[in-house]
């Protein structure tokens, strides 16, 4: 099992940039999570899809940011244009079909810092 | 609403002294509880979670967390702390609708 996996790792860009974060989420996990990490909010939902269909963007903070998973094996995180606040780590979590019981697998995420 | 309130932002422990990560929950329905670590640059792992089998749930590397309802807490515990659980630890509650919510997270400091 080769777990979750995002790309690229770290991504430096300058504000005003398109910024693409990708993920592949765990072989037959039929929901797929997308967190980022700040020191001064922690861990927040930003968007989540069940079945490539998203359930729940409320806590996308703009409209510069935005989410698809044209299909079961991969999802990405755009953000247009990009700002220096946007900078934080990007997290890519995926889960099994049994529900609310089952636990997140999350890849190692991305670090996004923009200047 | 469903939340989770870890108290204590940074806990410090010696070396094989007991550790004690506290959670507390707030839901309307029964909730499922969980326990992730995280190591710096990587991402959450699962430790343990709670979903009503029984109330003492163990997890990996020694950790247990014991459910509570009439405290709606969830609070971690190791009986003897090792240099290597060194980390953050995040509690979270998932419920119904497929949402998981995160507590903002406990940094654990072991001193040799």
């Known amino acids: 099992d080769a777990g979750v996996i995002q790309s690229p790792r770290h991504e430096v860009t300058e504000m005003g940039q398109e910024v693409t974060l990708r993920c592949k989420p765990i072989?037959?996990?039929?929901?797929l999570f997308w967190y980022r990490q700040t020191m001064m909010r922690g861990l927040e939902l930003l968007i989540y899809f069940n079945n490539n269909v998203p359930i729940d963007d409320s806590g996308m903070p703009e409209d510069r940011f935005s989410a698809k998973m044209p299909n079961a094996s991969f999802s990405t995180l755009k953000i247009q244009p990009s700002e220096p606040r946007d900078s934080a780590v990007y997290f890519c979590?995926?889960?099994?079909?049994?529900?609310?019981?089952?636990?997140?697998?999350f890849g190692n995420g991305t670090r996004l810092t923009v200047t | 609403a469903q939340s989770v309130t870890q108290l204590g932002s940074h806990v410090s422990v010696s070396e094989g002294a007991l550790v004690l990560l506290r959670c507390n929950y707030s839901s309307s329905v029964p909730p499922y509880l969980f326990w992730y670590v995280q190591y710096p640059n990587q991402g959450l792992q699962l430790l343990l979670k709670?979903?009503?089998?029984?109330?003492l749930v163990k997890g990996i590397n020694g950790f247990e967390a014991e459910f509570k309802k009439s405290e709606t807490s969830f609070h971690l515990t190791k009986p003897s702390a090792h240099m290597s659980d060194a980390a953050e630890y995040f509690c979270a509650v998932s419920f119904g609708n497929n949402d998981m919510r995160f507590g903002a997270g406990t940094r654990l400091t072991v001193k040799p």
């Open positions: 709670y979903t009503s089998a029984a109330t």
């Open positions: 072989s037959g996990h039929n929901s």
């Open positions: 979590a995926s889960r099994d079909g049994q529900g609310a019981s089952s636990p997140l697998h």
